[in-house]
T-cell receptor
Framework: DQQVKQNSPSLSVQEGRISILNCDYT??????FLWYKKYPAEGPTFLIS?????DKNEDGRFTVFLNKSAKHLSLHIVPSQPGDSAVYFC????????FGAGTRLTVKP | NAGVTQTPKFQVLKTGQSMTLQCAQD?????MYWYRQDPGMGLRLIYY???????DKGEVPNGYNVSRLNKREFSLRLESAAPSQTSVYFC???????????FGPGTRLTVT
């Protein structure tokens, strides 16, 4: 059962514009949500997290929004840069960590 | 500071062969994890070790065994490889109870 879903396999945006990556979850017991970034032939690297008791967390160009009633979170990247091109995984911590399938972001110069 | 290292980077096995994937971390983390990544599936937890001396099953443990050799090292063993175990395997570590996990570069395994 996929408790964490990323329904968009890919997203393409222009440099300087906003990138919005989305994630849905089913388990209301998750206490933390995270975003990881992955480049080819490398392991995922942590980007930003949010506690289930908050609705927003910001770190530089990256902001994560959590809507608990909709069981939905999103990652906003503003402004997007070509170096942001990577696969982004949404993850949620419950008994263990559950990951979405990933969204490939391409930022065009 | 190498972080999390994994060996080998690539491996091809025939069905029925066995092998051990090695993982080591130099961050003095208590907890270590093994994941597999398959297309369209994200990362799925195979086994984890919350602290030295303990191991627990994750979401997809069948066909695998693990050993927490010491605080630094956590190995994953395939006793009799099957084509369904073709995947990219990632090892990760974290502080005990920590949110963030630190991942190694992965091992790409193909079973023919």
């Amino acid at each position: 059962d996929q408790q964490v879903k990323q329904n968009s396999p890919s997203l393409s945006v222009q440099e300087g514009r906003i990138s919005i990556l989305n994630c849905d979850y089913t388990n209301s017991m998750f206490d933390y949500f995270l975003w990881y970034k992955k480049y080819p032939a490398e392991g995922p690297t942590f980007l930003i997290s949010i506690s289930s008791i908050k609705d927003k967390n910001e770190d530089g160009r990256f902001t994560v929004f959590l809507n608990k009633s909709a069981k939905h979170l999103s990652l906003h990247i503003v402004p997007s840069q070509p170096g942001d091109s990577a696969v982004y995984f949404c993850a949620a911590r419950g008994y263990d960590m559950r990951f979405g399938a990933g969204t490939r972001l391409t930022v065009k110069p | 500071n190498a972080g999390v290292t994994q060996t080998p980077k690539f491996q091809v096995l025939k069905t029925g062969q066995s092998m051990t994937l090695q993982c080591a971390q130099d961050m003095n983390h208590n907890s270590m994890y093994w994941y597999r990544q398959d297309p369209g599936m994200g990362l799925r937890l195979i086994y984890y070790s919350a602290s030295e001396g303990t191991t627990d099953k994750g979401e997809v443990p069948n066909g695998y065994n693990v050993s927490r050799l010491n605080k630094r090292e956590f190995s994953l063993r395939l006793e009799s490889a099957a084509p369904s175990q073709t995947s990219v395997y990632f090892c990760a570590s974290s502080k005990l109870g920590g949110i963030e996990q630190y991942f190694g570069p992965g091992t790409r395994l193909t079973v023919t």
